[in-house]
C-alpha cells in the first residue's frame, strides 16, 4: 500500500485518542543504549526517530517504497545518525540469527519463526496486535514452559487452538 498523508493524522498515532497503553514508554522500559533494535514494518519512522536517543542502533523494515522515502526525509530532519532503513519483507529478514536486542512489530503481518530467529536468546519481541488470537502463532513459536504457553494472556489458551479465548479480555 503506498504511502498517504493519513498516516500522519493524530488519530491513527494515538495523540488525538490515547490508547491504553503507552507503547513507546514500554519499549524504552525494554531498551538499554547498547540495544540492536528492529522494527518491522516501520512505516514513516514516527516510532524509531522517538527511540533512536534510547538504543544504539534501530533498522527499520520497510518495503513500501513511498513510506520509506517519507521516513528517510523524517529521519534526516534529526539529529541521530542511529538509524537505518532497509527495504525488505518480514517474510525472510535480511539479518543473521541472534542479532537484535529487541524487535518490534506494530499492527503489520509479520513471520514469527523469522522474529523469533533473529532475536537473541532472553530478548523481547514487543508487538501490538489487535486480539489475544493474534497472538498465538508468536506464542506456539516461543513455546511453553512449566505454566504452559509464554507471554501475557496465555493462560487462556489452554492446549487447544485457542478456542477457548473469550470475545474481551
Given at each position: 500500500?503506498?504511502?498517504?498523508?493519513?498516516?500522519?493524522?493524530?488519530?491513527?498515532?494515538?495523540?488525538?485518542?490515547?490508547?491504553?497503553?503507552?507503547?513507546?514508554?514500554?519499549?524504552?522500559?525494554?531498551?538499554?543504549?547498547?540495544?540492536?533494535?528492529?522494527?518491522?514494518?516501520?512505516?514513516?519512522?514516527?516510532?524509531?526517530?522517538?527511540?533512536?536517543?534510547?538504543?544504539?542502533?534501530?533498522?527499520?523494515?520497510?518495503?513500501?517504497?513511498?513510506?520509506?522515502?517519507?521516513?528517510?526525509?523524517?529521519?534526516?530532519?534529526?539529529?541521530?545518525?542511529?538509524?537505518?532503513?532497509?527495504?525488505?519483507?518480514?517474510?525472510?529478514?535480511?539479518f543473521k540469527d541472534n542479532y537484535f536486542d529487541v524487535v518490534t512489530c506494530m499492527v503489520?503481518?509479520?513471520?514469527?519463526?523469522?522474529?523469533?530467529?533473529?532475536?537473541?536468546?532472553?530478548?523481547?519481541?514487543?508487538?501490538?496486535?489487535i486480539g489475544e488470537s493474534d497472538k498465538l502463532n508468536f506464542k506456539k513459536e516461543f513455546?511453553?514452559?512449566?505454566?504452559?504457553?509464554?507471554?501475557?494472556?496465555?493462560?487462556?489458551?489452554?492446549?487447544?487452538?485457542?478456542?477457548?479465548?473469550?470475545?474481551?479480555?
Amino acid at each position: 500500500m503506498p504511502y498517504d498523508q493519513r498516516y500522519e493524522l493524530d488519530l491513527l498515532r494515538g495523540t488525538e485518542e490515547p490508547r491504553p497503553w503507552d507503547l513507546l514508554k514500554i519499549i524504552r522500559e525494554y531498551t538499554r543504549k547498547s540495544d540492536v533494535l528492529l522494527d518491522i514494518g516501520c512505516g514513516t519512522a514516527f516510532k524509531l526517530i522517538q527511540l533512536a536517543g534510547n538504543v544504539g542502533k534501530i533498522y527499520g523494515l520497510e518495503p513500501n517504497e513511498k513510506m520509506r522515502t517519507k521516513a528517510e526525509e523524517n529521519i534526516r530532519l534529526i539529529e541521530f545518525s542511529n538509524i537505518a532503513l532497509v527495504n525488505e519483507h518480514a517474510n525472510e529478514i535480511p539479518f543473521k540469527d541472534n542479532y537484535f536486542d529487541v524487535v518490534t512489530c506494530m499492527v503489520v503481518p509479520h513471520n514469527t519463526a523469522e522474529v523469533y530467529r533473529v532475536l537473541k536468546q532472553n530478548r523481547y519481541a514487543i508487538l501490538e496486535k489487535i486480539g489475544e488470537s493474534d497472538k498465538l502463532n508468536f506464542k506456539k513459536e516461543f513455546g511453553f514452559n512449566e505454566g504452559g504457553y509464554r507471554g501475557q494472556f496465555s493462560y487462556l489458551l489452554g492446549e487447544g487452538d485457542g478456542e477457548n479465548i473469550p470475545e474481551r479480555i
